[in-house]
């Protein structure tokens, strides 16, 4: 075994005596392992390939980012605050990091969250960013570690890969570089090359943020809103009530009624197409959809808002709410994006400790044949309707989704999502959907992500993804070379542009 070979497994080998020598896991013979991301990385390791792959890549790796659909929030470029540490910037907020930190039993507060049970402050950045660097050998094989390298590396300029050895030299470098103008969020969102972002919104924000971006003369990005209507959808949750108040509140108008209900949606939808918004996002447990007379939607409103209804009822009615979502997007256009097959928030006492989004959602089995034929006969082929459909459930991309993209012109499939995002099945999603609904019912890429800095990280895993998987077509005379390139331009501007309105 070499010493590079040695320093990977974590074992250091005593060659005159032929035995395992212990070494702490992660760290080299010197405590320091090189960083240094390969440049043929996801590409094919057949020669010819790879070299299509090359030019394929090289044709769209510059290309501005389009990021339809994601978590980072406006405030961050307005208020342009220099960030503080990387263990604030690259680990508390990303629940890719946290959730498999937590399954090695790494407790949620000794990364930076804050545990409402416990009065005691969350560990200080400095230990969060050691714990991380201690396990940075968890992420071996994860689309994460290839994200996290691509960060560090390629953004940051880090050089060394983190270990226990290196966690406080990375630390302090990190914390001095990221006070530089050069790596402030205005700074870094130019630097991406970001040609749209896309926010993800509740009903009652005030969009403060996104109007003082527009309102600001020294600002040219482009900063959308997303409108997401899920708490006050979700007469099942126990917030639901208080949603409708909040919604009330936001919209002056009066929610004690099913109709006071559907105006005060119509009326923070338009409050966000005035401020650019261009989509709904839901993330619906599956997508069925409610079609009620206005006569049954009342009184199934009455009884649920009254604490009277059976669980049965509050589920109907949430799906009747979602019919609602899909009707005013065929009025108003705005593009109806469907997250669903995610049981949300699998863990009570985490979800309670320490809120919702920290890692412990998990996926469904997903159905959309059935459950989308009503929302489709009335509108389907409907010119100012369009939904994005995305799922955690590989079983139905060939089965279900690539057929109804095949037919509904309406219909855009969203790209692999959440669990999906990862390379292996991007790949399982291309060869699922495309022989049945080609490339241009795709959605492109969407980066999905709270991390800053990963989107132009995600952005770059798509694209060598698709130039890998072109390749191939391309070595098999399916698509020629030329072709090939306009698909992955496509994918990468053209689709996304187009399935959101953009």
Request: charged share 25%; with cysteine.
């Amino acid at each position: 075994m070499d010493r590079g070979m040695a320093a990977t497994s974590g074992t250091r080998y005593d060659h005159e005596h032929a035995g395992p020598l212990a070494t702490p896991r992660g760290a080299a013979p010197a405590g320091r392992v090189p960083l240094t991301p390969h440049p043929d990385r996801l590409l094919p390791s057949e020669p010819s390939q790879r070299c299509i792959a090359r030019r394929l890549y090289d044709s769209v790796r510059d290309l501005p980012l389009i990021s339809p659909h994601g978590h980072v929030e406006a405030r961050l470029l307005a208020d342009d605050d220099a960030f503080t540490d990387p263990a604030s910037l690259l680990v508390t907020p990303d629940h890719y990091v946290t959730r498999l930190l937590h399954a090695h039993g790494v407790p949620l507060a000794d990364l930076g969250l804050r545990d409402s049970a416990d009065d005691t402050d969350p560990a200080q950045p400095r230990d969060v960013w050691r714990t991380f660097c201690e396990h940075w050998h968890l992420f071996l094989g994860t689309a994460s570690r290839g994200w996290l390298e691509a960060e560090l590396h390629d953004v940051l300029g880090v050089t060394v890969q983190p270990s226990a050895d290196t966690a406080d030299e990375l630390f302090d470098e990190l914390t001095v570089r990221l006070r530089k103008p050069e790596f402030r969020p205005r700074a870094l969102y130019d630097s991406f090359a970001i040609a749209a972002l896309a926010t993800t919104d509740d009903p009652t924000d005030d969009l403060s943020y996104h109007r003082a971006l527009a309102e600001d003369p020294s600002w040219s990005g482009r900063v959308v809103p997303t409108f997401r209507p899920d708490r006050c959808l979700d007469a099942t949750g126990s917030g639901w009530t208080t949603a409708l108040d909040d919604l009330a509140a936001a919209s002056g108008i009066d929610t004690g009624d099913y109709d006071g209900l559907i105006r005060a949606l119509e009326n923070r939808r338009e409050h966000f197409r005035a401020h650019g918004a261009t989509a709904t996002d839901h993330s619906a447990p599956d997508a069925r959809m409610a079609f009620l007379d206005a006569v049954q939607a009342q009184r199934l409103f009455d009884a649920v808002r009254s604490g009277t209804a059976s669980a049965d009822d509050a589920r109907l009615l949430s799906q009747q709410l979602l019919g609602e979502m899909a009707r005013m997007s065929s009025e108003d256009g705005m593009v109806m994006a469907l997250h669903t097959g995610s049981r949300r928030n699998h863990h009570p006492d985490t979800l309670r400790r320490f809120g919702p989004d920290t890692g412990h959602d998990i996926p469904l089995q997903a159905e959309f044949t059935r459950a989308l034929q009503p929302m489709l006969e009335r509108f389907g082929t409907n010119p100012r309707f369009q939904t994005v459909l995305f799922t955690l459930d590989e079983t139905v991309f060939s089965r279900e989704l690539a057929p109804l993209a095949g037919f509904y012109p309406s219909v855009y499939l969203g790209a692999p999502w959440w669990f999906l995002d990862a390379p292996r099945a991007m790949y399982r999603f291309r060869d699922a959907v495309t022989e049945t609904a080609g490339f241009y019912r795709n959605a492109g890429f969407i980066d999905d992500t709270r991390g800053f800095c990963s989107i132009p990280a995600r952005h770059d895993t798509a694209r060598r993804v698709d130039a890998a998987h072109l390749a191939g077509l391309v070595a098999e005379h399916v698509l020629s070379e030329d072709d090939a390139a306009l698909v992955i331009h496509d994918l990468h501007d053209r689709q996304p542009r187009k399935a959101f309105r953009l």
